[in-house]
Structures are given as structure tokens and as C-alpha cells.
């Protein structure tokens, strides 16, 4: 029961970091953006080419990752997502999940449609187990170390968002972008940061998870409807709403596929319906703040 439940947190605090970046771009700049996994696929096939291709340790592969979904997010928000800022929510989505299509086509292509295998350093493998049956906790090292970098990673953005000029300035220019500028606030600059920086997190994501989760070209379409779920249990309006539906999904979805493996899906389904019956809006909504 308790590796279990150790499982389930590592399982979602890893679809926190994965998902974040989408909560950010839709709760405080007001865009649907469909193609995140893909910035989470990007992350993860950079992983793979360094650590085969190249050599590279796997705990230098992580911030290239990183780095590498972040210029990429930059690059595409200057250039295909701005114009599409101001456009009704139905082009957004028709638009970036075209844009999947095309990265999942892409990357079948040039990679092929096998699942990609990480080696993992070998302080990563083997588990620890603490205590006595029927009290035993088993906790992986790898799923130890995902559980150390999400939390780290949860408060860095979270003191980003809240304490930061930066994240004041986010939030002045998600509120009226005119009166932003008129303060000399680059709106432009502040979006195109906030974009990169939550595909960053998503390309963190999707190395990280290439282990756990599986990488292949349909990255992107199979966990689409989880970071959705993240997003639209906890709320947009703050960072606290979707980490806490991140690990009620990743506890249930564990627990679920462990007791009951026919009804795992349906298990999280009705969790979500049920939480979204009781809160429309999202666990955690900021009292004038967008929903």
C-alpha cells in the first residue's frame, strides 16, 4: 500500500512538471495550447540522441532538454503562436493540434516508431525498502529522484510566479496588456519568456518521464487528455490547484491499474467528473481571477 502510494506521488509529480507549462499558458495567458506534449516529446528525443548518438550523461541530458523545448517554444511563439493570441479559443485549438499531428508525423519519420530506451546511471536503479510487512515502503531510486527534482522544480516556480518582478509583471500584462505597456512593460518580451520557459518545463518533463512513461512518436496524442485533466481539475489560476490534481490523478491512476487493472481508466475518469461537478472551476480559483 505504501509503495503504492510512493509510486503514485512520483507518478504525479512527474505529470506536474509535464503539465504545468499548459496551466501557465492557459490560465495566465489565456491560450489553448494542444501541441505541449509535443515540447515534452522534443525534451525526451533530445535525451535519447545525446545519451546514444553522443555519449552524454544522462543528468547533463536534463537541462539541455530543457534548454533545447525552451528555444524551441521560443522560436515557434514568435513566430506561429503570437498571431494566434488574439484569435477565438476554437483556431487556437484547431491550430495547435495540427501542429501535433505534424510533430508526431515528423518524428515517426525521422525516428521511427519504435519505443526509445534511456540507460539510466546506476545510482538511479535497484529501490530501497524501509520497514515491515505489512507496512513495507519500496521506493524505486529513480521515482526518489523524479520526486526530489518536481518538488525543487515546484518551488522554484511557484517563488517565480508570486515573489518575482517577473511574475508581477506576468500577471499586469495578462490583465489588461495596454495599461502593461503604458508602464513600459514589454508585453511581448514577458509572453515570449513565459512560453519558453513552460515548454522548457515540458521538454524537463518528457526526459525525466522517458523511462517511466514510455517515448515514442505518439507521445503527444496518448497523454494529451492527462495534462488536460491536470489543468482542468486544478484550476489556472495558480500553481498549488493543478500540483495537487497531478497527484490525486497519478495516486488513482496507480492504485487503480494495481487493484482494479480493467476499470484504471474509468477510475480517474469518474475522479475527475466528480471533482469538476463539486468545483467547476478548478480546485484552487484566485478569488477575480480568471477561471
Not at 510512493?6 to 489565456?30: P, Q
Not at 523545448?69 to 484569435?87: D, F, H, I, N, Q
Request: one cysteine or more; proline letters at 4%; hydrophobic letters at 55%.
Amino acid at each position: 500500500m505504501l509503495t503504492i502510494l510512493f509510486d503514485g506521488i512520483a507518478y504525479g509529480m512527474l505529470l506536474f512538471v509535464l503539465a504545468v507549462g499548459l496551466a501557465v499558458t492557459m490560465g495566465l495567458m489565456n491560450f489553448i495550447n494542444l501541441a505541449h506534449g509535443a515540447f515534452a516529446m522534443a525534451g525526451g528525443y533530445i535525451t535519447v540522441l545525446l545519451m546514444q548518438k553522443l555519449g552524454v550523461p544522462f543528468l547533463v541530458c536534463l537541462p539541455i532538454a530543457f534548454l533545447g523545448s525552451a528555444l524551441l517554444g521560443g522560436v515557434l511563439e514568435r513566430t506561429l503562436y503570437r498571431p494566434m493570441y488574439a484569435k477565438p479559443h476554437l483556431d487556437q485549438v484547431l491550430f495547435s493540434i495540427g501542429l501535433t499531428f505534424m510533430a508526431v508525423a515528423a518524428t515517426d519519420y525521422f525516428m521511427g516508431s519504435t519505443q526509445q530506451i534511456i540507460q539510466l546511471p546506476d545510482f538511479l536503479r535497484g529501490r530501497t525498502e524501509l520497514g515491515a510487512d505489512p507496512f513495507v515502503l519500496g521506493m524505486g531510486h529513480y521515482r526518489l529522484f523524479i520526486i526530489a527534482v518536481c518538488a525543487a522544480l515546484t518551488i522554484a516556480l511557484q517563488y517565480v510566479l508570486s515573489r518575482t518582478r517577473f511574475g508581477s509583471r506576468l500577471r499586469a500584462a495578462v490583465d489588461d496588456q495596454r495599461v502593461a505597456a503604458g508602464l513600459g512593460i514589454n508585453v511581448n518580451i514577458v509572453f515570449l519568456t513565459t512560453f519558453a520557459m513552460g515548454s522548457g518545463l515540458a521538454g524537463l518533463g518528457g526526459a525525466l518521464g522517458a523511462e517511466v512513461l514510455g517515448l515514442d512518436p505518439t507521445f503527444p496524442l496518448k497523454f494529451m487528455i492527462y495534462f488536460l485533466i491536470v489543468v482542468a481539475v486544478g484550476g489556472t489560476s495558480s500553481i498549488t490547484g493543478p500540483l495537487l490534481a497531478a497527484l490525486l490523478l497519478g495516486i488513482a491512476d496507480v492504485a487503480g491499474k494495481y487493484y482494479i487493472p480493467k476499470l484504471g481508466a474509468f477510475i480517474v475518469y469518474s475522479l475527475m467528473i466528480a471533482i469538476l461537478i463539486w468545483r467547476p472551476q478548478g480546485l484552487f480559483v484566485r478569488q477575480g481571477g480568471k477561471a
